[in-house]
């Protein structure tokens, strides 16, 4: 790779998990229109519930997510409290006939739950929505977290896929992120839960981060490979050090540079092709027998603020604190702020503080983006026959950039925008030429490789 197309395609810009993007997210979108939207739900929907526990009883110094670190379990026990009355509250407004397909519980760590809380949560749950007879549901698991009590819950509670944080096994990389996690405590994770009929394991891995190398990269890129996880998230660090103030715990001087980033990027990539994984989108890989991976293959990889999914349910409802939901009139975003989170949510209502609907036009540029992110190429008879004509200014968009663009990273073949192969690492760059608020500024993001 030329360091001068690293250089000028590896600029700040968004990770593109939903269009519009949160910083462009506005106070119009409250509690009212948010009822109004769950209430429009009809009986033919799926729906994919999203809960977050925002508590994590380590704080590792590299986290971008939304937590709070505590060693004590009162504040979590009093959150549930209010999480379960936000659950019958959106519950009581969505109808009774629309299905739930997938419930994510995500974080923070909800393995910091206790036993008897988890299957009070999913029973909450199952008494507020009517479940598929095969709903998928998945859990983020922090391997430190867990105990045979835990297990047990996550076994009764009917989890079928379990994600594992792992980012980096060297001693010193962990150190300087703090977060200290064995290989064998990873794979006795891995063991336990596959003992308990989960079918598909996720692990994710980092780099950029301080201290890796290639060689410690490929180190713990061949650790992960024994473990056969069917799928394996390769993030790159996102040092946010202005919206993560714990993050400046991290020295700079020993975080890779550019191009460093981009060879243990490229060279863990290449180690998990050549075990037999298949690419999925931007930073995923994916056994091919595994859902996500048949999906890719069939053009049905989509992308939500959980990432990567295949998912395909029409209505994403995000409980928590800081949680988002996506609805087809729009986007909406729970109050980050856990204390009054809980506050509304006690009072018996909901808790959504933003959002924003989403325009004709946002939907055609969401579509062409999701199609960058999710499979590298945008067809424009596909998006004539689900926009009509109005996709004539923005093929005209992608018809000037790729006949400007010099360095070949897209090109216009048999009527369609194509990223070449050279292009993809910078697809979140490409994307970026299609989102028509950037240049407002909102939002400060993080590199894009
Ligand atoms: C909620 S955590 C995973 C579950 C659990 N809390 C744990 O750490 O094991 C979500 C994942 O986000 C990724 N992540 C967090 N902060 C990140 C950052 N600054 N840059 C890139 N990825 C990050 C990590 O790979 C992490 O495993
Ligand atoms: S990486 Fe996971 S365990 Fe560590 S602070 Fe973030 S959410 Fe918590």
Request: charged share 25%; aromatic share 8%.
């Amino acid at each position: 790779m030329q360091n001068s197309l690293l250089a000028k395609y590896s600029g700040a810009v968004p990770r593109y998990t939903s269009y519009p993007t949160a910083p462009h997210f506005h106070e119009g979108v409250d509690c009212g229109k948010y009822a109004q939207w769950l209430q429009a739900i009809t009986a033919k929907e799926r729906i994919s519930l999203y809960l977050h526990i925002p508590y994590c009883d380590r704080l590792c110094w590299f986290c971008a997510c939304h937590t709070k670190h505590t060693l004590k379990y009162e504040p979590i026990a009093i959150y549930l409290e209010s999480l379960k009355k936000e659950i019958a509250a959106v519950g009581a407004l969505v109808s009774r006939d629309a299905t739930v397909t997938a419930v994510h519980f995500g974080g923070g760590s909800p393995t910091m739950l206790r036993h008897d809380d988890m299957i009070d949560l999913m029973a909450t749950l199952r008494a507020a929505f009517r479940f598929a007879d095969d709903v998928e549901i998945s859990v983020e698991m922090d391997p430190n977290d867990l105990d045979e009590a835990r297990y047990d819950a996550l076994a009764a509670i009917g989890m079928t896929r379990a994600s594992l944080g792992v980012q980096d096994f060297h001693p010193e990389v962990q150190k300087a992120i703090n977060r200290i996690q064995t290989f064998e405590q990873t794979k006795s994770v891995v063991e336990a839960v596959r003992a308990r009929g989960v079918r598909s394991v996720n692990c994710d891995i980092l780099y950029g981060l301080p201290h890796q190398t290639e060689a410690t990269v490929a180190e713990t890129v061949k650790d992960i490979l024994s473990l056969a996880p069917d799928r394996i998230a390769l993030f790159g660090y996102a040092h946010v050090p202005w919206m993560k103030k714990h993050q400046t715990m991290i020295r700079e001087d020993v975080l890779p540079g550019l191009e460093e980033r981009f060879s243990q990027m490229s060279l863990a990539a290449a180690m998990l092709v050549e075990a037999g994984y298949e690419p999925v989108g931007i930073d995923h890989f994916a056994l091919p027998t595994d859902s996500m991976a048949i999906a890719a293959r069939e053009g049905r990889l989509r992308r939500n603020f959980q990432g990567y999914t295949d998912d395909a349910a029409e209505a994403l409802i995000g409980l928590g604190a800081s949680s988002i939901g996506q609805l087809p009139q729009g986007y909406v975003q729970n109050m980050p702020a856990t204390g009054e989170y809980q506050r509304m949510a006690d009072a018996g209502g909901l808790a959504a503080v933003r959002g924003v609907e989403v325009s004709q036009d946002d939907k055609l540029r969401r579509r062409v983006i999701e199609e960058i992110m999710c499979r590298f190429a945008v067809s424009f008879p596909d998006l004539r026959s689900e926009f009509g004509n109005a996709v004539d200014a923005i093929v005209e968009e992608a018809r000037a950039f790729a006949q400007s663009n010099q360095d070949r990273i897209c090109l216009i073949e048999d009527d369609r925008f194509v990223i070449t192969e050279g292009g993809r690492p910078f697809a979140r760059t490409i994307a970026a030429v299609f989102d028509s608020y950037l240049s407002t500024g909102k939002g400060r993001h993080s590199i894009a490789v």
